[in-house]
């Protein structure tokens, strides 16, 4: 295996979630608190949007590991693009669609459709703690797991049926804002990385949704940065992509 594809096979390892979206929300009861969140970044008005682009950046430098792709994603027809660098490094441009994943090529079912669940998980992750049928409990308010002061705990396990292992558990923390301001990753099986603990801020809006776009912290306790740029979002009958805006407090 070159170098580079074994940076790329990494960064599809690396904070891999579910691989499937959700058809419907509110598959199961979730706490309260974990609606509040939700709609503070906007589940209500999710309906409404018929686009939304992003570029996903990652660091770790411990792993001499740099990683920039974008993305558009229309959720109403599941028609995405990608922009990026294949296995071997070289620019590609891709579109496909999700309903048609079974007949597309390997390329896209193997690397670029499990990298654009990666990276929008990370985006819209409130939505989906409401969304995907999984066990999230209130557990209260409780120490940041990073620097002073505390939060309340919302506690998402994945059962069996979801994602690349059984038992990844995540752990939001809370601000009285109901903006997530730090959050905790344990994974359920023995590929690393083990634990995340990163930060959620440099929070934006674009049209109706609200997000968070820049996490730093440690992957296995080595330090890593992520951010997503040039987030924007159009919305059902406009043509016009509203770029996101530092949102206030």
Same mark, same amino acid.
């Given at each position: 295996?070159? +170098?580079?594809?074994?940076?790329?096979?990494?960064?599809?390892?690396?904070?891999?979630? /579910?691989?499937?979206?959700?058809?419907?929300?509110?598959?199961?009861?979730?706490?309260? %608190?974990?609606? !509040?969140?939700?709609?503070?970044? &906007?589940?209500?008005?999710?309906?409404?949007?018929?686009?939304?682009?992003?570029?996903? +950046? /990652?660091?770790?430098?411990?792993?001499n590991?740099?990683?920039?792709?974008?993305?558009?994603?229309?959720?109403?027809?599941?028609?995405?693009?990608?922009? $990026? *660098?294949? *296995?071997?490094? *070289?620019?590609?441009?891709?579109?496909?669609?999700?309903?048609?994943?079974?007949?597309?090529?390997?390329?896209?079912?193997?690397? %670029?459709?499990?990298?654009?669940? +990666?990276?929008?998980?990370?985006?819209?992750? =409130?939505? @989906?703690?409401?969304?995907? &049928?999984?066990?999230?409990?209130? !557990?209260?308010?409780?120490?940041? =797991?990073?620097?002073? $002061?505390?939060? !309340?705990?919302?506690?998402?396990?994945?059962?069996?049926?979801?994602g690349?292992?059984?038992?990844?558990?995540?752990?939001l923390?809370? &601000?009285?804002?109901?903006?997530?301001?730090?959050?905790?990753?344990?994974?359920?099986?023995?590929k690393?990385?083990?634990?995340?603990?990163?930060?959620?801020?440099?929070y934006?809006?674009?049209?109706?949704?609200?997000?968070?776009?820049?996490?730093?912290?440690?992957?296995?306790?080595?330090?890593?940065?992520?951010?997503?740029?040039?987030?924007?979002?159009?919305v059902?009958?406009?043509? @016009?992509?509203?770029?996101?805006?530092?949102?206030?407090?």
């Amino acid at each position: 295996m070159t +170098n580079s594809s074994r940076l790329y096979l990494i960064r599809l390892l690396f904070f891999s979630i /579910l691989l499937a979206l959700p058809v419907t929300s509110g598959a199961q009861q979730v706490p309260p %608190i974990a609606e !509040e969140v939700a709609k503070a970044f &906007g589940l209500d008005s999710f309906g409404r949007v018929d686009g939304i682009r992003y570029t996903f +950046n /990652l660091d770790l430098p411990a792993l001499n590991l740099k990683r920039s792709e974008s993305w558009e994603w229309d959720p109403k027809t599941q028609t995405i693009t990608y922009e $990026g *660098k294949d *296995k071997d490094g *070289k620019p590609t441009k891709i579109t496909y669609r999700r309903s048609q994943l079974s007949s597309q090529s390997d390329l896209i079912k193997t690397q %670029i459709d499990p990298a654009f669940i +990666n990276d929008q998980y990370w985006l819209i992750f =409130p939505f @989906h703690v409401v969304w995907d &049928g999984a066990t999230v409990t209130d !557990e209260g308010m409780r120490k940041l =797991p990073m620097g002073k $002061g505390s939060a !309340e705990l919302i506690r998402i396990k994945y059962g069996s049926g979801h994602g690349y292992t059984p038992g990844d558990t995540w752990e939001l923390y809370v &601000g009285a804002d109901k903006r997530v301001e730090q959050m905790v990753y344990h994974r359920g099986g023995s590929k690393p990385p083990k634990l995340v603990i990163v930060t959620w801020a440099g929070y934006k809006k674009a049209g109706p949704l609200l997000f968070s776009t820049e996490h730093r912290g440690t992957a296995d306790g080595n330090p890593v940065h992520l951010t997503f740029t040039d987030v924007s979002v159009k919305v059902a009958g406009s043509d @016009h992509w509203m770029m996101a805006q530092p949102a206030s407090e």
